[in-house]
């Protein structure tokens, strides 16, 4: 309850942020697009991340204006940045949404007006959600959110893939685009044989189902060589750059590798 008040507090003052970070290909070594993570800028404690607070997340409400926030915060910091006037395909904004969001039937309409205002397309958007989220019992609203969501334009990541929760069984089932394998895999995928052939499985059944992969947690050179010669075409991670602010975004490179 102490945290609740301190956060519409902070949410008044405009201390929750956006951070960015990009996403990379393997290939070209282009970004491809952003990932958003929230950041509490707390004047005392200086910058918190999500871990410290977790509760947040779990009520609805607070939930609700933390995920409106960022996704109004992202869009200007996107404009500003001139990221809609690249050339190419656009450069994707992934959203990490709760069961809340996706569970509560005007999400989609209230998105589509926050993209109309900045005059955004839904073919920038990527919906991060979690296997968890997935197997909530509650699915069926949130399936036809992500599948409305799937046919204005936006595309649907399985955030932790490979963690837990789900079966495979499931995933033929679900509206998803994008695998991300979970940073626990990338981080021994040099040194432990185990965790190299999950990634490479993960590869594997993506390419065979049609699926986009996007590996989280590169950290260093020889596991970016060994994603590379395992066919991974996205990675994501600490190597080309950390979460950034939306001052930075806008002097952010283009091009990574
Ligand atoms: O930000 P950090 O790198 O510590 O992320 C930790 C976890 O918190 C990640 O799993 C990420 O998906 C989640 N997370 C970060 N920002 C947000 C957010 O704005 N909304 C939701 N729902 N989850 C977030
Ligand atoms: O999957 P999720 O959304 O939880 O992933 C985002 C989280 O991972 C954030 O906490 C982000 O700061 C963190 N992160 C991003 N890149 C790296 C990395 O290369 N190494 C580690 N240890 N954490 C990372
Ligand atoms: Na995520």
């Not at 992934?94 to 996706?102: A, K, R, W």
């Not at 989609?108 to 979690?130: A, K, P, R, S, Y």
């Not at 590379?228 to 990675?235: K, N, Q, S, W």
Request: include cysteine; charged fraction near 25%; hydrophobic fraction near 45%.
């Amino acid at each position: 309850r102490a945290i609740g008040r301190r956060f519409e507090r902070a949410i008044a003052e405009d201390l929750l942020e956006p951070y960015f970070q990009p996403i990379i290909s393997t290939a070209s070594g282009a970004r491809l697009g952003y990932e958003i993570l929230a950041r509490w800028r707390d004047p005392e404690r200086g910058i918190l991340m999500p871990d410290a607070f977790a509760s947040v997340f779990k009520d609805y409400r607070l939930a609700e204006t933390l995920t409106r926030t960022m996704i109004q915060r992202a869009l200007t910091a996107y404009v500003s940045a001139g990221l809609e006037r690249e050339p190419g395909p656009p450069v994707t904004l992934s959203i990490n949404l709760t069961s809340f969001d996706l569970l509560n039937p005007e999400f989609v309409f209230d998105m589509q007006l926050m993209l109309n205002t900045h005059g955004l397309e839904w073919d920038m958007i990527t919906i991060e959600v979690t296997e968890k989220v997935m197997l909530d019992e509650r699915s069926g609203q949130m399936l036809r959110s992500l599948q409305e969501m799937r046919t204005r334009g936006a595309t649907v990541a399985l955030d932790d893939f490979g963690t837990g929760y789900a079966g495979l069984r499931h995933l033929a089932d679900w509206p998803v685009d994008i695998l991300k394998i979970d940073r626990s895999f990338c981080a021994k995928i040099t040194e432990t044989a185990s965790d190299k052939a999950i990634a490479e499985g993960i590869l594997l059944i993506a390419q065979r189902c049609g699926y986009q992969v996007v590996a989280e947690g590169v950290e260093t050179p020889s596991q970016l060589d060994a994603l590379r010669a395992l066919g991974c075409p996205r990675v994501q991670g600490f190597l080309f750059a950390r979460p950034m602010s939306s001052a930075d975004l806008a002097r952010a490179p283009s091009r990574y590798i």
